[in-house]
């Protein structure tokens, strides 16, 4: 299995708003991207320093599931929203 995780960091501007409808939006892919197993998006409630505001974990059998993942249609809408709503991601992608 792979898993792909990614966290964000938002834009102060309608921070709140931009959050739900980017967890809303992500939540609803694997109901039209076959190859995603498994979505869980998370928005942080610590709020410390080195915090970032939302993680995504998601769960493909193998990189050529995300292969398929990445440049999905239902993804990139999601992905060019993400872009304009977000100062920083980072992500990690390992097997387990």
Known sequence: MLVHIVMFQFKEENKEANMALVKGMLEALPEKIETLKHMEVGVDISRSERSFDMAL?????????????????????????IKEVTTLSKVVDYIR
């Open 57 to 81: 974990i998601s769960h493909f059998d193998d990189q050529a599931g995300l292969d398929v993942y990445a440049p999905h249609p239902a993804h990139q809408e999601v992905v060019s929203i």
